[in-house]
Nanobody, 126 residues
Framework: QVQLVESGGRVVQAGGSLRLSCAAS????????LAWFRQAPGKAREFVAS???????????DYADPVKGRFTISRDNAKSTLYLEMNNLKPEDTAVYYC????????????????RGQGTQVTVSS
């Protein structure tokens, strides 16, 4: 059974940092492209960052403009874990953050990723 379990979300002050983790099980982690999405209350779900598969050729990463330069996505295949390092957090980063995975596609669409976690809440206070 495939599981993606996010953790690390909490309340943090503006300007602070957080690291989210996503522990995967039941899948061949290294062969999956991975991504983070988020959804704020009353807003549409949006792409945050993604990282490709490709152990031998190196990983590609992609970031949404609002988080570029502040967030870093990374993966540890040995631990089957995806990370999102978030720095200089802003109140507009408040959202539920979702970890997603796909063995077949890599991109910015939620629907490209057929494996999804339940989310972790990040709240940034001003």
């Amino acid at each position: 059974q495939v599981q993606l379990v996010e953790s690390g979300g909490r309340v943090v002050q503006a300007g602070g940092s957080l690291r989210l983790s996503c522990a995967a099980s039941g899948l061949s982690f290294s062969s999956y492209a991975l991504a983070w999405f988020r959804q704020a209350p009353g807003k549409a779900r949006e792409f945050v960052a993604s990282i490709s598969w490709g152990v031998w050729s190196g990983y590609r990463s992609d970031y949404a403009d609002p988080v570029k330069g502040r967030f870093t996505i990374s993966r540890d295949n040995a631990k089957s874990t995806l990370y999102l390092e978030m720095n200089n957090l802003k109140p507009e980063d408040t959202a539920v953050y979702y970890c997603t995975a796909s063995q077949t596609t890599y991109g910015r669409s939620w629907y490209s990723y057929d494996r999804r976690g339940q989310g972790t809440q990040v709240t940034v206070s001003s």
